[in-house]
């Protein structure tokens, strides 16, 4: 008996918390059997609807996890698709650009033999420009194999002159430009066509420029001028475009002494050439 009586003592409140959820249970479900919730049944959904609730939130907050998951998974491979596609198209742009410049090349090499037949034109790549303080020359991908010969005149696609060749050698050759120090071309100056030199000047070389001299004293040389080859000496075609009076200078006496020249050729840019093997004078 008194096992009993201490057992009670030590165990009294969780046999009443036991007996309390045992009563509540049972009233509820008897509630529940005739239609209607009793008051047992009413404290027991009290009890539970703090629960029910807390399931019902962790439950909303796992599927918002989920479906965001979901999206951010879907949207990276969207991304990457993407991706994709934009680099696809960048490629065929690229493509597109390269072709475009390709017949832009072929229609003006066209054009240009189309427009002076009198001209055998062979075209070359500019594959280097040494560097030197004391000249301007350029190495071409073309040589002997292809006609090149040394003397032979070098052109760009608008018909300027670029310069002569110098040196020619199998898959390669020299060209002197129109600005080196040691070029000479003569030239026709003004509306009378007078005869002039176009000779290459050290210190208008480091400019970009070169020299106009020779002048008769009726030569008129104004800024602005453009120059042609003569076509005398044979080794240019007349009408090749030389280049532009930049500048004159004058002596004391009003006497035009030089004119400094710029190149027609946009000679930093040039990428490709045409070499002039051949060709027949013009009337």
């Known amino acids: 008996m008194n096992r009993f009586k201490d057992y009670i003592r030590k165990n009294g409140i969780r046999l009443g918390i036991a007996v309390l959820l045992v009563a509540l249970i049972v009233g509820f479900a008897v509630g529940r059997s005739k239609g209607k919730t009793s008051a047992a049944g009413n404290a027991a959904v009290s009890l539970s609807l703090p629960v029910k609730?807390?399931?019902?939130?962790?439950?909303?907050?796992?599927?918002?996890?989920?479906?965001?998951?979901?999206?951010?998974?879907?949207?990276?491979?969207?991304n990457e698709d993407l991706k994709v596609q934009l680099a696809q198209t960048q490629s065929q742009l690229r493509d597109a650009e390269e072709d475009k410049k390709e017949n832009a090349r072929?229609?003006?090499?066209l054009n240009l033999r189309d427009k002076h037949e009198n001209l055998q034109l062979e075209s070359a790549n500019i594959i280097d420009r040494p560097q030197s303080n004391w000249s301007v020359t350029y190495t071409l991908s073309e040589?002997?194999?292809?006609?090149?010969?040394?003397?032979?005149?070098?052109?760009?696609?608008?018909?300027?002159?670029?310069?002569?060749?110098?040196?020619s050698g199998?898959?390669?050759?020299?060209?002197?430009?129109?600005?080196?120090?040691?070029m000479k071309v003569g030239t026709l100056v003004g509306d009378g066509g007078n005869a002039a030199m176009v000779i290459g000047d050290f210190s208008l070389m480091q400019k970009g420029q070169t020299k106009l001299t020779y002048l008769t004293e009726e030569t008129q040389v104004l800024e602005g001028d453009v120059l042609v080859t003569s076509g005398k000496g044979g080794a240019f075609p007349r009408g090749l475009e030389i280049g532009t009076v930049s500048s004159v200078i004058t002596e004391a006496g009003g006497q035009v002494e030089y004119a400094a020249v710029t190149p027609a050729s946009d000679l930093g840019a040039l990428?490709?050439?045409?070499?002039v093997?051949?060709?027949?004078s013009e009337n």
């Not at 072929?106 to 090499?109: I, K, P, Q, T, V």
């Not at 199998?170 to 040691?182: E, K, L, N, Y």
């Open 53 to 78: 609730e807390g399931t019902t939130g962790v439950v909303g907050w796992l599927e918002s996890i989920y479906g965001y998951m979901f999206k951010y998974d879907a949207l990276a491979k969207e």
């Open 106 to 109: 072929l229609s003006e090499l």
């Open 143 to 167: 040589g002997s194999e292809s006609g090149i010969e040394v003397g032979d005149c070098v052109i760009d696609s608008s018909y300027n002159l670029v310069g002569q060749i110098i040196e």
């Open 170 to 182: 199998s898959g390669w050759s020299t060209v002197r430009s129109v600005i080196d120090a040691d």
């Open 271 to 275: 990428s490709e050439v045409f070499v």
């Open 277 to 280: 093997k051949s060709f027949t």
